[in-house]
């Protein structure tokens, strides 16, 4: 249980995943999907609170936009985990306030006296020691009658830098030698970026774990946050009108949560006024603009066909429109492939089951839109 009283539960999507992994053959699940789709709530608000009720310990440790290194990251979560014997009451604890020293519980390998180790200092290429004490602390933390839950999130970080490639194997070591006492679920929301680690025949994720699909969420979310509005404000939203919204944003259960969250404190808006003043708040702090701007032309022109549907960029009739845009004839294959990569790696575009997109659908309809003011 969570006591967000927003968050809309999803018991039994956390109860299968629980039994799969921990009764089931299982040895790892990842769940890739699209950034803003739910993962990291269903893992801390569904998932962890289900494993702890029934007495699992539960590590979580996000790469995300971490300010420290993936090593010392995994060192730290591990240790306070050992120490605390429950993180769940600190998960999510803000990063940023990490002391840069971690005393480690038990000496290095080949040393004697404890150490301590300054987390900021550990950038670069993972020390040897530390990477074999890593997989001592997953040795200490693995229980075998109830397995211990890693959920690794975000974990294409962990492959952005070729330095964490001893990392990235050892890892994979450690959870295939103790697979019985501990089960590790991955997230990811960059198909590009996973393709690295799980997708190529030499990494050393290749083919591993069982995907689990992240059902999207429906009318009853929508429901949800209306009777919890309603309670909290008073203000009753009327249901149809609110499962239009949901459409008009996507069905992304981050727009229309902020939608809700806006038409709680400004009474005066309807739900459509409320629409259009999220959406210009959006933009703002996602920093479309900003982005728009960062792009070249052809990569402006391969962006808007993307987001006026076109699934095959490199197809004739897509180049031959982006010549259009660009005032040129058709660009090559190259020219296109190279914007690509761009849009990919700026997070803007990526790949989901074969095809390419524009990754938050929300910045589509604004390049659409500002295409159309243009
Ligand atoms: N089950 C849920 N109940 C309420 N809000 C949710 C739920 N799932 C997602 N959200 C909303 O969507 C946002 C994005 O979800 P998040 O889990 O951070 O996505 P991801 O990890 O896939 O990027 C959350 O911050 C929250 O506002
Ligand atoms: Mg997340």
Known sequence: MTDDPWHYPRNDLAERTFNVLVSGPAEALTLFAPRRTGKTEFLRKDLAPYAQKKGHQVIYVSFWRAPLSPLALLLHSLESALKENSIMSRIGGAVSSFGPKLKLSAPLPGAKAEAEIDLSSLKGEPPAELILYLDDLFGRLENKKKPTLLLLDEIQELARDKENRSLVASLRTSLDTRDAGLKAIFT???????????????????????????????????????????????????????????????????????????????????????????????ADKLGYAEVWLKLTAIQRATALQLALGAKKPFSKSTRVAIGKVLDTKQPSIDKVQTALRRLASLSVADRWSGEWLIEDPEFARWIVDTDKQN
């Open 188 to 282: 990811g929301s960059s198909r590009e970026g996973l393709q690295a680690m799980f997708s190529e025949r030499e990494a050393p994720f290749f083919h591993f774990g069982t995907s689990l699909d992240l059902e999207p969420l429906d009318e009853s979310f929508v429901e949800h946050l209306l009777e919890v509005s309603k309670k909290s404000t008073g203000r009753s939203i009327e249901r149809l009108k609110a499962i239009s919204a949901f459409e008009q944003l996507h069905r992304s259960p981050y727009f229309f949560r902020g939608l809700i969250e806006l038409l709680t404190l400004r009474a005066d808006l309807s739900i459509e006024d409320g629409i259009a003043v999220l959406r210009r708040q959006m």
